[in-house]
């Protein structure tokens, strides 16, 4: 669990810190996006730019918060599957505002930081 020195018992904090890490979100987003569970293997390619070190522990760090349910079916080959939790399609729901304002805001903010790079 995350710990602030100043606020250890800020929810905002602690709670926020941890979803709105690089990849968090995104995991999330994708699920969200999808009406089946999907494997690991369907996440990295939905994701490309996430390395499968770094999705292992955002799989595990949002499983250990209630946000996922990791499934692993008894199979040879192994066969595991994430799904989102009620707790985060709550979330989701509550993020859909500021994800929609990027995408709506993106071009403009591109070409913002374009012209604040000359």
Not at 40 to 45: A, D, G, K
Not at 74 to 91: D, G, K, M, N, Q
Not at 93 to 106: G, K, L
Request: with cysteine; hydrophobic share 40%; charged share 25%.
């Amino acid at each position: 669990m995350l710990q602030d020195p100043y606020f250890p018992d800020c929810p905002v904090r602690n709670i926020i810190a941890r979803v709105a890490d690089k990849w968090s979100l995104l995991v999330m987003h994708t699920l969200n996006s999808h009406d089946e569970p999907m494997r690991f293997s369907e996440l990295l390619r939905a994701l490309p730019d996430i390395s499968q070190k770094m999705l292992t522990s955002t799989l595990r760090h949002l499983e250990a918060d209630g946000f996922l349910v990791r499934k692993v079916y008894a199979e040879v080959p192994p066969r595991t599957t994430y799904t989102l939790t009620p707790r985060a399609h709550s979330f989701m729901t509550a993020c859909r505002p500021m994800v929609d304002w990027a995408i709506d805001n993106y071009a403009a903010i591109m070409k913002d930081r374009a012209r604040a790079e000359k």
